[in-house]
């Protein structure tokens, strides 16, 4: 049981493929326009709940509980060892290695 107040994520389907307009690429026709949205929640829910959640700037969007306590999981990718040299060099040419 998620309790009311906590930090969520939330799914909707803000339109469904067909109802898309044609003005978009062909593919993208084919997908239905989805909205993943983070809030926090107006009511006790279990995932996959329908809830309502007010968003940081105080919209309420509903939508299908699917995360509690969301956080970042992207990152600048792995070390490269070059751009350390690439730091030192370029602190030298700007005169910061004084």
Known sequence: MVKKGEW???HSVVLKAA???GKIPEDTQ???LE?????TLLEDAKIG???KVETAVGRI???ELIEEGPYYTH???????????IDKQL????????
């Open 49 to 51: 709940d329908t809830v």
């Open 91 to 98: 602190r030298e040419i700007m005169g910061g290695n004084k």
């Open 75 to 85: 990152s600048y990718g792995k070390f490269v060892p070059e751009i350390i040299e």
């Open 30 to 32: 084919k997908c239905d």
């Open 8 to 10: 969520v994520r939330i």
């Open 19 to 21: 109802e898309r307009t």
């Open 35 to 39: 909205m993943w949205t983070k809030g």
């Open 61 to 63: 969007v509903e939508g």
